[in-house]
């Protein structure tokens, strides 16, 4: 056993860094499918609001957890084998992908009808309504439950500590493994939890209440 320094510190700091970037993955991708998600969910076709529904409720209905084992443990049975970065970046980007998607679904459906209306009354194609009329307005109602959500992400990957990916967590549990000094150890991995998302979660109250007092206008 050894006992709790600064290079035991510096490793559980470091391991912050591929928290970072698995959270930006799973934004940046889950962003990607969302917004594919979100349009399918509104189109004018019926086969694609039911395919887009079942994938929301496919990854909304199960937990994320139960979704690492699958792709981290079931891949491999099929042929396609998997590390835990891969594993950790498809599960999180498709479970990102589903919460945003419904997310932005209502952001969409919450412009006023007749901003609708007066799009197809001037004989735009559904491309160009989207486009030209519906998206940019609903992008400013989604800015704030959007950045809300990341905080949600930065704290879902810690549970790619289960496949034995060395995130923050498993960072922690490493060194917890060597220390036994859970307090100690874990106090360090919460503070850093606390510094990546309390900022984030303050961003989001301000464009909450920004955009609240511009509807009231």
Request: proline share 4%.
């Amino acid at each position: 056993m050894r006992t709790f320094g600064y290079s035991e510190f510096m490793f559980i700091l470091d391991a912050a860094r591929w928290t970072i970037l698995l959270s930006l993955l799973a934004f940046i991708g889950g962003g990607i499918v969302g917004l594919i998600v979100a349009l399918a969910r509104t189109a004018e076709h019926k086969t694609l609001r039911v395919l887009a529904i079942g994938f929301i409720q496919l990854f909304r209905g199960t937990p994320l957890l139960l979704q690492l084992f699958l792709i981290f443990f079931g891949f491999p049975v099929v042929g396609l084998e998997v590390n835990p970065w891969v594993a950790a970046g498809v599960a999180l980007t498709l479970n990102s992908g589903a919460f945003l998607g419904e997310i932005w679904r209502g952001c969409i459906e919450a412009i006023p009808r007749g901003q609708w209306e007066a799009a197809e009354a001037l004989g735009l194609s559904y491309r160009w309504k989207m486009r030209e009329v519906i998206l940019p307005q609903a992008l400013k109602i989604a800015v704030p439950p959007t950045v809300g959500y990341l905080v949600q992400i930065v704290k879902g990957t810690s549970l790619a500590a289960i496949i034995g990916f060395t995130e923050l967590t498993r960072a922690g549990q490493i060194i917890n493994n060597a220390t036994f000094q859970p307090m100690l150890v874990f106090s360090e991995v919460a503070a850093i939890y606390f510094i990546l998302c309390w900022p984030l979660s303050l961003l989001a109250a301000h464009m909450e209440r920004r955009l609240a007092a511009a509807l009231a206008r």
